[in-house]
């Protein structure tokens, strides 16, 4: 199974005192270079254990998963960990941000991580203009709208420039205009970088910016369809205008 990323047969069991829980159940996809894929599902269908498999955040039960031709299963913690910093980067619904520091200082945590110093405070601010907070770089998260703490945590997760983007639920916090302009965002990643881009959601709306639509039903897929005329948002980032003149 090729891609850059294939997984076969994968499990997942949680016990849960004397309860086995079923999270995956023989799960089988592959996702190629340079797709932008919304995984869907309720509560419980099991889209965050695969989120998380797939972000090398958690290892399956069972069957194989292969990240751009390596076995994760063969890897250690220490191994994993440089997979997600290289690799991967993480977009949550709550932004995750460092309250007490700045635009800049959050973006250049993922450096600081890797050890890297070679032009880390550049690469923080190329990453923040390209998201569109160029201009915002000293203010701390309480003084960013919720659209603008996203596009600072999306900054974050680009900064090490990553295969791969996984967003969980992106848009949950935040209201329809300001969602359909961090959408926006990850279509342009997608588009005119080439970054594998995956969404995690329950929202329809949100699934159909992707142009590839997996859902999962208890644990396992349900339906794999592409997206015929996916919703394009074609507008450059822009800055909340009460927050521009502040």
Do not use: W
């Not at 997984?7 to 995956?24: H, I, P, R």
């Not at 881009?197 to 644990?219: C, F, K, M, Q, Y």
């Amino acid at each position: 199974m090729a891609g850059l990323i294939a997984v076969t047969d994968l499990t997942k069991t949680y016990q849960m005192g004397d309860v086995q829980v079923n999270a995956l159940q023989g799960v089988n996809l592959t996702i190629d270079e340079g797709e932008m894929v919304a995984i869907m599902g309720p509560s419980g269908s099991g889209k965050s254990t695969l989120m998380n498999i797939i972000g090398c955040l958690d290892q399956p039960s069972g069957g194989s998963y292969t990240l751009d031709n390596v076995d994760v299963g063969s890897l250690n913690d220490n191994q994993l960990a440089a997979i997600r910093n290289q690799k991967i980067g993480f977009v949550f619904q709550q932004y995750m941000l460092l309250q007490r520091t700045s635009a800049l200082r959050n973006v250049e945590l993922p450096m600081l991580y890797s050890g890297s110093a070679s032009g880390r405070r550049e690469r923080a601010r190329g990453a923040l203009a390209a998201v569109g907070m160029g201009d915002r770089l000293d203010h701390k998260p309480n003084e960013l709208s919720g659209g603008q703490q996203q596009r600072v945590a999306i900054a974050r997760a680009l900064v090490n420039e990553p295969r791969i983007i996984m967003a969980d639920e992106p848009t949950g916090a935040l209201d329809s205009r300001t969602g359909a302009e961090i959408m926006g965002i990850f279509q342009r990643l997608n588009r005119e970088q080439g970054i594998t881009v995956i969404l995690v959601t329950h929202d329809s709306e949100v699934a159909r910016h992707a142009n590839r639509v997996i859902a999962l039903r208890d644990g396992a897929i349900a339906s794999d369809e592409r997206v015929m005329n996916p919703t394009v948002i074609g507008a450059p980032p822009v800055l909340e205008p009460e927050l521009v003149a502040a």
